[in-house]
């Protein structure tokens, strides 16, 4: 069975830093690109970041570029997002998944339950 | 950014009814579509993709359409589970962006 745990969530003051993971199982990790997607309270989703398979790809949403970084450890079948400079808009419930694709075509189909991460003085 | 437009953002049915939600791609985004459905304090569950393949295990009453710049999700006869929150999502070109969903409600 596939899962997806995330962790690390938590309350930080604003310009702070957290880290992210997301423990993989269940599947060949290391087969497949992973993402970041977030959802602030009450609101719709937003796509933050993808990794692919040997880390050797990060694309980033534009309002993250250059304080957030998605990495990757293949042994440990984990998925990190590291958050810098974190910003009130940054809260939100972010959720790890999984990026299956068939043939040409991509979509993400497993995500975890989602660790809430709130950026407030 | 590609802006995806839902509509309607809610949706009041009943039970039995057929139901059909549409969004609109700000510029053509081939067939590189997938519909979502949220349930309240749940993960997004993956419903279609590639426009119109159903995911695995997902009930045959849930359809998709379109290509270009303009896609449906139907839900042929509503069912009690049915009721939660659906959104599309481009994955033609980065950053993927979703519209900004349909509340689909118990009439």
């Known amino acids: 069975e596939v899962q997806l745990v995330e962790s690390g969530g938590g309350l930080v003051q604003p310009g702070g830093s957290l880290r992210l993971s997301c423990a993989a199982s269940g599947f060949t990790f290391s087969n497949y690109w992973m993402s970041w997607v977030r959802q602030a309270p009450g609101k719709g989703l937003e796509w933050v970041a993808n990794i692919k398979q040997d880390g050797s790809e990060k694309t980033y949403v534009d309002s993250v570029k250059g304080r957030f970084t998605i990495s990757r450890d293949n042994a440990q079948n984990s998925l990190y997002l590291q958050m810098n400079s974190l910003r009130a808009e940054d809260t939100a419930v972010y959720y790890c998944a999984r990026r299956g694709n068939s043939g040409n075509s991509i979509y993400f189909d497993y995500w975890g339950q989602g660790t809430l991460v709130t950026a407030s003085s | ?107």
Not at chain 2, 74 to 84: G, K, R, V, W, Y
């Open chain 2, 1 to 107: 950014a590609i802006q995806m437009t839902q509509s309607p953002s809610s949706l009041s049915a009943s039970v039995g009814d057929r139901v059909t939600i549409t969004c609109r791609a700000s510029q053509g985004i081939r067939n590189d579509l997938g519909w979502y459905q949220q349930k309240p304090g749940k993960a997004p569950k993956l419903l279609i993709y590639a426009a119109s393949s159903l995911q695995s295990g997902v009930p045959s009453r849930f359809s998709g359409s379109g290509s270009g710049t303009d896609f449906t999700l139907t839900i042929s006869s509503l069912q009690p589970e049915d009721f939660a929150t659906y959104y599309c999502l481009q994955d033609y070109t980065y950053p993927y962006t979703f519209g900004q969903g349909t509340k689909l409600e118990i009439k």
